[in-house]
């Protein structure tokens, strides 16, 4: 997956946007001012984190190398995915992760946003 996929498939979700906060470098994407991937898509190899559920974020670390407990993010809840470069996740187990990530997030939004967003 190149960079300009991840951002691409980032920002085809509902009222997603894309922040950089943190610095010029740092993909921030977010869904009604909730974080639900961050990278650096410069990067080599280019790395995304993404929230999981608790217990899958355990499997998938133990499953796959080019996933490791979020950087810089509460490591329950969030992994870093390698998702360029050698070692990398097959782009369709990155993009269902990805996806995971922004339901998680939406779920955790009040009825009305949900609703607002397609999403009950």
Known sequence: MTPAELRELC???????EEFPFNPETSVFKVSGKVFALSSLDAEP?????KC????????RAEYEAVVPGWHM???????VTVGGPGALPAAMVRELVED???????????????RLDRP
Do not use: C, I, M, Q
């Open 46 to 50: 280019l790395k995304v984190n993404l």
């Open 101 to 115: 990530s922004y339901d998680l997030v939406v779920a955790g939004l009040p009825r009305v946003e949900r609703l």
């Open 11 to 17: 920002l085809g979700f509902n009222a997603a946007v």
């Open 74 to 80: 509460n490591k329950r809840h969030w992994n870093t």
């Open 53 to 60: 559920e608790p217990e899958l974020a355990v499997r998938l």
